[in-house]
């Protein structure tokens, strides 16, 4: 598990704040198949203006993301921060930062706990954030996200861009999994759904 970037992270806050934690590729941005050019991040369309709403909601942002292509070599340490700098530069551009970002270096063979759906990187975020359960969700396009959320005691969202028209047909067996066209979509539905 890695907290990106790799510096001390603050002492853990004291309020339960509702949280969105997002997946990275497909959902944040454009999914380019283990991407390690910066000069290819580009934000998904609405993106930015979504979580802007979130924020001014008073919800917290946190990526979470499986990065694979570290543990199967193919990408480096480097362009991973590299993408991820560029990632935030977008982001703090269009007002619309991340609080932080966790993901898994491992391959999928490597039995880890912080690849999602295992909820490691929920587990280490814990370290550092206090969440409203009842008022948070996980959002990405892959069936690993929603499971996370149901791992977590969360509620989880599928987005349909990136891989998420393909990994949609895998549902079949997890009822009241919410689908969404897209990020901006996927939040609307949370901030309608507040209890």
């Not at 999914?31 to 934000?43: F, W």
């Not at 706990?113 to 370290?127: F, Q």
Request: proline residues 7%; contains cysteine.
């Amino acid at each position: 598990m890695t907290r990106w970037p790799d510096i001390e992270p603050p002492a853990r806050d004291a309020t339960p704040r509702p949280t969105l934690f997002l997946d990275r590729d497909g959902c944040l941005n454009v999914d380019r198949d283990y991407l390690a050019d910066p000069a290819q991040v580009e934000l998904v369309p609405g993106a930015a203006g979504a979580l802007r709403r979130a924020r001014a909601a008073g919800y917290r942002l946190i990526g979470v993301s499986n990065q694979s292509g570290l543990g199967r070599g193919r990408f480096a340490r480097a362009e991973l921060d590299a993408v991820m700098t560029r990632l935030d530069e977008l982001l703090r551009a269009a007002d619309a930062p991340l609080d932080a970002f966790y993901y898994c270096p491992h391959a999928p063979q490597d039995g880890c706990a912080c690849r999602k759906p295992r909820t490691g990187l929920l587990d280490e975020a814990a370290r550092e954030f206090f969440w409203d359960p009842a008022r948070s969700w996980v959002i990405g396009d892959k069936v690993s996200d929603v499971d996370l959320a149901r791992a977590a005691g969360l509620r989880g969202i599928l987005v349909l861009t990136g891989h998420g028209a393909d990994e949609r047909r895998r549902l079949v067996d997890r009822e009241g999994v919410l689908v969404r066209p897209d990020l901006a979509a996927a939040i609307a539905t949370a901030l309608e759904d507040r209890p």
